[in-house]
């Protein structure tokens, strides 16, 4: 048996593990969860504006190269989603389109959590992150594989801008205020 059938081996078992709690009402949480990024991300930023925390500039703008990053890395990959396989018994008949690796839910919602710089949102949020990502392997929209090599990307591109995040948010919040200085100030 070569690496990659072992791979996907473990993919398959990690998801018939998921399976254990399927139900109808299993599917409609999990599918909730799984898009309420569109409602918790431009939360968190609301609260960092209104808390004047500059980080807000390095959380928006890490938001955007670990979207690049992944989004670049599933067209040269182009690994399909586990639900378009046969083999793999969906509950429900809607499959995401595009492809699978990585998952861009992880690389990134993952990273972010470098930039929250309020202890219990940081631990909330990276429960909510834990949930997410388990919905979309019981959901088969991705591999175990995809969301570990989203977590990964995201930590070390995360990290990198981190390092920068002081100069990132000085800029920014100069632009910003230059733009929006006589309503809202950083």
């Known amino acids: 048996m070569n690496i990659y059938n072992l ?4 993919n398959f078992e990690i998801y018939k593990a998921t399976q254990v709690i399927g139900s109808d009402a299993a599917y409609h949480i999990m599918s909730y969860v799984v898009e309420s990024y569109f409602v918790v991300l431009p939360l968190i930023m609301i609260y960092m504006i209104y808390k004047k925390d500059r980080n807000v500039f390095s959380f928006a703008l890490a938001g955007l190269v670990f979207y690049l990053i992944g989004d ?6 182009q690994e399909p989603r586990p639900c378009s396989l046969s083999g793999i018994e969906y509950m429900k008949n809607y499959c995401d389109t595009g492809y699978s690796f990585p998952s861009n839910h992880a690389t990134v919602l993952t990273g972010l959590a470098l930039f929250i710089n309020y202890k219990y949102l940081r631990a909330l949020y ?5 949930l997410l990502l388990f919905g979309k ?7 175990f594989t995809d ?6 990307i995201s930590l070390v591109v995360g990290r990198i801008i981190q390092v ?23």
């Open 126 to 130: 990276i429960l909510w992150v834990i």
């Open 7 to 10: 791979i996907q081996n473990m």
């Open 137 to 143: 392997v019981f959901l088969a929209q991705h591999y």
């Open 164 to 186: 920068y995040s002081k100069r990132i948010n000085g800029f920014l919040s100069s632009v910003f205020n230059r733009i929006f200085g006589g309503i809202y100030k950083f």
């Open 72 to 77: 670049v890395l599933k067209k040269i990959i």
């Open 147 to 152: 969301i570990i090599a989203g977590i990964i």
